[in-house]
DNA sequence: CTAATATTTAGCAATACGGCTATATATAAA
DNA sequence: TTTATATATAGCCGTATTGCTAAATATTAG
C-alpha cells in the first residue's frame, strides 16, 4: 500500500525536513544537502527514500537534479486519515429525509463497553 | 517532536489496522489479538508503540484492558500536512484590501530554477 | 490461597534503518 | 580526452524493529 511507504518516510526527521524545503518550489541536490550537518550521500539516500515514496519526483538539468515535492503523494495520507478526524466544518445544513438509521451489525458490538 | 513517532507508528500495516479497528469505539485487547494472525504479544507490542505515539489510550475494566483511538495525535500529523496540502475549498470571498507583496527574500531564490 | 484468564515483559533472531567513507557515474568545460 | 563538479551507489557498522516463545503480572472466581 501507499500509505505505507509514505507513512514510513515522514517517520523520519531529516525525510521531514527535506520536504519542508521543497515546498515552495525545487532545488537541486546540493542545495539540499547544504541544509544538513549530514554527508551528501547519507541525504541522497533519503532523496531517494523520498522518491520511491512517492513524495519527490526530480528533473535533470545539466549536473543537476531538481527535486519537487509531490504533493499529491501527501495527499493520499491525509485522505487515509481523514475518516478518522471529526469534520469541523458542519455539513451544509439541508432540510432532508433523514436517512433511516438501519442498525448495522457490528461483530465488535459485543466488545464495546456499556458502563 | 511528536509527529516523528505518529508518523512512525502509522509507518506499519497492523499498526494502521488497529487503528481502523479503533475507528468506532473502544476494544478490549483481545478483541484486536483475534483480529490477527500474529501472536498476542507481537500485537501487544504494536498496541504500545501506538500508545506511546499518543495514538491510543487505555482504561482497565476488571481483568481487561480497553484501546481506544486518540484522534487528537491523528489531527496533529494531518495539521503537519495540511500547509502543503493545496485547500481546495475556496477562502471565505471578501472585499478586502489585498495586503501587499513584499516579496520576502529567500535563501533559496537562486536555486529556483527560472526555466 | 489456588486456578484461570487477560495482558505485558524478557529475551532471542532476522531484517531494516541510518549514519559513514570510498567509489562509480553523468555531464559540462577546457 | 582530461578535468571538475554533481549526484548516486556499494558496502560497512551499530542500533532499532518486528516477529517468536516463555515467563511474569494482574485481576477475578472459587
Aim: aromatic share 10%.
Amino acid at each position: 500500500m501507499a500509505v505505507e511507504n509514505i507513512a514510513k518516510a515522514l517517520g523520519d526527521e531529516s525525510r521531514r525536513k527535506i520536504i519542508e524545503l521543497l515546498k515552495d518550489g525545487e532545488l537541486p541536490a546540493t542545495a539540499i544537502f547544504d541544509q544538513f550537518d549530514y554527508a551528501a550521500p547519507t541525504i541522497s539516500r533519503h532523496l531517494s527514500v523520498l522518491k520511491d515514496a512517492g513524495l519527490v519526483s526530480t528533473r535533470r538539468n545539466g549536473v543537476f537534479i531538481y527535486y519537487s515535492l509531490e504533493k499529491d503523494a501527501l495527499r493520499q495520507l491525509d485522505e487515509w486519515l481523514s475518516p478518522f478526524l471529526p469534520k469541523v466544518k458542519a455539513a451544509p445544513k439541508e432540510k432532508s429525509i433523514p436517512t433511516p438509521k438501519i442498525p448495522k451489525e457490528n461483530p465488535f458490538d459485543k466488545f464495546q463497553s456499556e458502563f
